[in-house]
């Protein structure tokens, strides 16, 4: 589609991308600025975050601005290189300091000394005041160099902390604290809260590295919600209704039933952690059985109904507990859904369908009483 935007160019700073959107949008243009960090309050990128600010324009127009690109990075003549800012590119005459963004060829007197360079080539050795024994001085041991701090800002490592302790730590605590030291089989609420957590951190763990990666996140299906996406949560339901009924002519064995591994539900709060549970369960796996695992193996093995067929494989193999009809169910779902997302690439319908799909399976286990 020509609104959609594709990458240009990584620019150095923010004065570097403002100089460089200026000029394309002087030559008619659609620009936009995007980064991976968080902006101020004034909705503007920090400057001082190197490498982070991607400029995107509009994919019809993108070889023109790749011509426009190459003129601004190619100076006319070294003179003209010599006499411009490093960042922004605004002639700098013969100061040191930039004058419209700040920049400056001196040396930053607070950074760090470079342990790469060499200074004994720059500090001419001082001539010994005296040959006498008494007065030579012995030479002190080179300290050394600290080591270098981390690539990532400070507030990405907390993220980055938070994404590490949602794959093991937080899981294994919550299952350590409620179910397993509940019994056998705990209750009802302490199984749902287990699930939602769990659901939640692998949830967390997925979104946060998309949103590392710098990819937007429509490209994932994780736009606004609108009133289309109930109609094709109607229409998934209604796939599933056929998938069920042909599962059950084909009379595959099944495995241990729901009371057998899992709680029931009891009282109204019960039934109400049923939704919650199963709402947090259904957005985790529709992000990464779905759109997360379709976008990379579509990426990786180049064919869409590939990735298609092996993410609804990944799907079921973790249903395998369910017997053999479980997992062949938990596969056809894999591929209905997946045919669905890559038709319309939006996850809430997924979401909603696959949500309303176990509260209704969990509804007539419990009415039937297994």
Known sequence: MSGEFAELYRAIGLPEADALRLRLEHEGIRVRIDDDVPRSGDGEPPADRAGKLRVLVNSAQLAAARTILDDFLR??????????????????????TCPACGWSFAPDPDAPPDPDRDVSSAVE?????????????????????????????RDQLWWELAAVLAVWVIPQ???????????????YWADSVDLTVVSGCAAFVTLY???????PWARFGITRFRPLDILITIALLLALVVAWVLMACLALPSGPSHDQLFPSPRGRWDYLMM?????????AEEVICRAYLIVRLRDLLRSRGAAVLLAAALFASYHLYLG???????????????????????????????????????????????
């Open 209 to 215: 590295l998309v949103r590392r990666a710098g990819e």
């Open 173 to 187: 605590l919550s299952g350590a604290i409620l179910p397993r030291a509940l019994g056998p089989v705990p209750p």
């Open 125 to 153: 050795p001082t001539p010994a005041l005296s040959t006498s024994p008494e007065s030579e001085v012995p030479p002190a041991p080179a300290e050394a160099s600290p080591p270098a701090g981390p690539a990532l800002p």
């Open 324 to 370: 053999v009809g479980g997992a062949v169910g938990a596969f056809l779902v894999g591929l209905i859904f997946g045919a669905a997302f890559l038709v319309v690439p939006r996850i809430w319908p997924l979401v909603l369908a696959h949500a309303l799909w176990n509260v209704r399976t969990e509804m007539i286990t419990v009415a039937t009483g297994g």
């Open 75 to 96: 100076p006319q003549s070294e003179e003209d290189a010599a006499a411009r800012c490093l960042a922004c590119r605004a002639p700098m005459g013969e100061a040191d």
């Open 275 to 283: 939704a919650v549970k199963y709402g947090v369960a259904a957005f």
